[in-house]
């Protein structure tokens, strides 16, 4: 008895059959054949039209490289587009998270106005915001960099506020202390514990700005997004190939310098 | 020790502090502190020497009562005049309190920052002779070598040290000091009690100090306080303050009312 005893210790028990994940699994299978059926979605059209995309790809993998003299400008006019975006929308995220963190600002209900408020434009994806912009100051980058300057806010204040707020709060009561006043506490106490995480944050919002910048176009809203639709328009595919290479080409690039340099500024 | 000749530095007047709805920090505390006086708070931890500390520069404001320093009252003051008054207060804190990632100099130059309209610190013009003052600050407690090391990079004792020379540029006439040896090994512990005693003997300082060592109260201090729950059981000269008085302010454990 004590040797099978010993035996059904020493091998892994078996682990038990719970008969509720049989029915998620179920549940989840019928989920998708229903929501299919529902929404009219046919796999079978994906791979019908299979060989159009092949063509499609084979064309696009034999770029018109004459065409690189046109995208070029277009490209510097995105990342220039990307710059001033993240330029302007980290500045006034800067001010904003100062605003909101609640171990600089006392007062609840400032902070919680102007969270809401943060919260707000936070949601409005950088699509519409381009939409929005090319209505109100037309068409042309500078509809795509307002865009763009809004969704690093958006970004980066939610990140820098928080920031501010886990930092340790000694420096502070020091300068308390010695009789400063809040913008000295600011520069003194808070700005040297938080500049880093700052300019790490609009560089990993600059990123974004780059691969956001290059849809903008095609809403009218600047850089390289317009001949992307041009081209896909008339269906010259090789100078689709074109732009998709040498925006591939820069994203890439950009985010290996942001991350790279993102990486030095924390040590 | 009421010298007509000396002048109160620091006066409290029925102090009270509650925290919250009932819990007692302070009750009625009246004392007078002149100038030039040497004082270690001793007491449990949580018998309210931090708050009496923290009170007297209003780090803590209080709940009733009067706190005058040099005469002036730091309870009613506001914005610039009660930023005047702290600027004549210097402080040691138990975590050091610097700016880990900001150089030595910097971290020594803050204590100056009060002397300064915003705009002029914010953009970090300090003076010449400030900055020979913080260079000087840093030579009187050894660490001249290292005005530009990164604050985070010294240790704890030449950190807490590094704060000491923050206050020495500052120039206040009274330093508190809230368990500036907490987190230090004995020997560092004695090293910053006699930079603290230096400030005091060389400079005319007025130096308050908590305290949880019986023994740095007992060879540094020369008036002692002794707290236990929010109140004053002891007030003497360390030279007339028998072992058993130590004794009974550390007895009674527990600090529940």
């Known amino acids: 008895m004590s040797s099978t005893e010993e035996e059904t210790l020493m091998t892994l028990p078996k682990k038990k059959f719970k008969i509720l994940n049989l029915l998620w699994i179920i549940l989840f299978v019928v989920g998708l054949v229903v929501s299919t059926k529902v929404t009219k ?11 159009q995309f092949a063509d499609i790809f084979l064309q696009m ?9 046109a995208v070029i400008p277009l490209i510097l006019e995105t990342i220039k587009m990307a710059i001033l975006g993240t330029v302007i929308g980290s500045i006034l995220a800067f001010v904003y998270s100062l605003l909101i963190a609640r171990n600089i600002v006392k007062n609840k209900a400032v902070t919680g106005i102007l969270r809401v408020i943060m919260n707000i434009i936070r949601t409005v994806p950088d699509l519409l915001l381009g939409a929005i912009f090319v209505a109100i100051v037309g068409i042309g980058p500078v509809a795509g960099i307002l865009a763009l300057a809004i969704c690093t806010f958006g970004i980066v204040v939610k990140l820098f506020y928080e920031a501010i707020e886990t930092i340790d709060p000694g420096p502070i ?6 009789g400063a006043n809040k913008l000295q506490i600011i520069v003194f106490a808070v700005l040297p514990q938080v500049m880093t995480y700052f300019i790490s944050y609009c560089l990993y919002a600059f990123e974004i700005n780059v691969r956001a910048s290059t849809v903008l176009g095609y809403i009218g809203a600047g850089g390289i997004g317009l001949y992307l639709q041009e081209t896909l328009q008339v269906f010259d595919y090789p100078k689709t190939g ?15 310098v942001s991350s790279k340099s993102r990486e030095a500024l924390m040590k | 020790m009421a010298d007509s000749a000396v002048k109160p ?3 409290l007047k029925n102090v009270k502090k ?7 920090g302070l009750k009625d505390i009246n004392l007078t502190i002149n100038k030039g006086e040497f004082v270690v708070i001793v007491g449990l931890s949580g018998a309210g020497k ?10 803590i404001d209080i709940t009733e009562g009067d706190i005058l320093i040099n005469g002036e009252s730091i309870t009613k ?6 930023r005047m008054l702290r600027r004549n207060i210097g402080m040691i804190f138990q975590s050091f309190n610097l700016v880990k990632r900001s150089s030595v100099l910097r971290n020594v130059l803050t204590g100056r920052v009060g002397y300064y309209p915003t705009w002029k610190s914010t953009l970090n013009l300090f003076t010449k002779e400030d900055k020979q003052r913080a260079y000087d600050a840093l030579q009187q407690v050894d660490l001249a070598d290292k005005v530009y090391t990164r604050a985070d990079e010294l240790s704890g004792g030449q950190q807490q040290r590094v704060a000491i020379a923050r206050v020495l540029t500052q120039d206040p006439d009274i330093i508190l000091a809230d368990e500036p040896t907490a987190s230090l090994d004995p020997q560092t512990s004695r090293r910053v009690m006699q930079d603290l005693r230096m400030l005091n003997e060389k400079h005319g300082m007025t130096v308050v100090i908590n305290l949880h060592s019986v023994e740095l109260a007992q060879e540094f201090g020369k008036r002692v306080i002794g707290v236990r729950a929010g109140e004053i059981i002891y007030d003497g000269k360390m030279s007339e303050t028998p072992k058993e008085t130590f004794d009974q302010i550390y007895s009674g454990g527990d600090q529940d009312e």
């Open chain 2, 18 to 24: 509650v925290y919250g709805k009932d819990v007692v």
């Open chain 1, 41 to 51: 979605t046919s796999l079978g059209a994906l791979f019908a039209n299979f060989g």
């Open chain 1, 242 to 256: 074109t732009i998709i290479i040498a925006i591939i080409l820069v994203v890439v690039l950009i985010d290996y």
């Open chain 1, 61 to 69: 993998l034999h770029p018109n490289w004459s065409y690189l003299g």
């Open chain 2, 50 to 59: 931090s708050t009496l500390l923290r009170s007297i520069n209003r780090l």
């Open chain 1, 173 to 178: 009561e020091a300068l308390t202390a010695v």
């Open chain 2, 9 to 11: 530095v620091i006066e």
């Open chain 2, 77 to 82: 003051a506001k914005g610039k005049e009660l």
